[in-house]
């Protein structure tokens, strides 16, 4: 099946820095989606973005799909950003969606 | 309004007891999932209902049992706990084609003891 890989695991930042998120799949996808879990443990769903780029406030993203990766682009961090950011794809979009392991990004004030 | 609701928040139960998690959205949405997140925050698909109609069923344990009564509830039934069921559950539902957006329920914590 699909593998889904995100980089880095890991992330600390200062409050106001940029960070960049990247996610690479196996193969070609008709669906790519980022969420956002925060501390709480809520899933807020951040971007619909199979190809393209999309903008929302400090947040965008950007996925290549020839070249079967996703970018999400966070300017001027801030503490509430932190969590873990989920890429996930749907190979055919039937709605199954298979995600990467995350990446969980601390900011500190 | 919460769009996607989930119920109980928290279960704390005995190895062996039988449970259910309750799901509904009042979103008008025609499709519905369980996820399930593991202690190392994996998350994993395990069934999709679309209008009452299983369409997804992933490699679950038979002891895990979905069950739809109308396009706005999708609750799951876990009989005879095991101690690796403990897990957050999460439900989810999209409107569907085109962009099978979803929205996320806030998660039941399971702990089984």
């Known amino acids: 099946g699909i593998q889904v890989e995100q980089s880095p695991p890991d992330l600390i930042l200062q409050e106001g820095a940029n960070s960049t998120l990247r996610c690479n799949f196996s193969?070609?996808?008709?669906?790519l989606q980022w969420f956002h879990q925060n501390p709480w443990g809520q899933l807020i769903n951040l971007f619909y973005?199979?190809?393209g780029t999309k903008q929302n406030g400090r947040l965008s993203a950007t996925t290549v799909a020839t070249e079967r990766y996703s970018l999400l682009y966070i300017s001027s961090s801030q503490t509430t950003d932190s969590g873990v950011y989920f890429c996930?794809?749907?190979?055919?979009?039937?709605?199954?969606?298979?995600f990467g392991q995350g990446t969980t990004l601390q900011v500190k004030p | 309004d919460t769009a996607v609701s989930q119920t109980p928040k928290y279960l704390v139960t005995q190895m062996g007891n039988d449970k259910s998690i309750k799901c509904e959205q009042n979103?008008?949405?025609?499709?519905m999932y369980w996820y399930k997140q593991d202690s190392k925050k994996f998350l994993k698909i395990m069934f999709s209902?679309?209008?009452?109609?299983?369409?997804i069923n992933e490699t679950v344990p038979n002891r895990f049992s979905p069950k739809s009564p109308d396009k706005a509830h999708l609750n799951l039934h876990i009989n005879s706990l095991e101690l690796g069921d403990s897990a957050v559950y999460f439900c989810?539902?999209?409107?569907?084609?085109?962009?099978?957006?979803?929205?996320f329920g806030a998660g039941t914590r399971l702990s089984v003891l």
């Open positions: 989810a539902s999209t409107p569907g084609h085109p962009q099978n957006i979803q929205y």
């Open positions: 193969d070609s996808v008709n669906n």
């Open positions: 973005i199979p190809s």
């Open positions: 996930a794809v749907d190979p055919s979009n039937t709605g199954k969606l298979i």
């Open positions: 979103l008008g949405h025609d499709t």
């Open positions: 209902y679309n209008n009452k109609e299983l369409i």
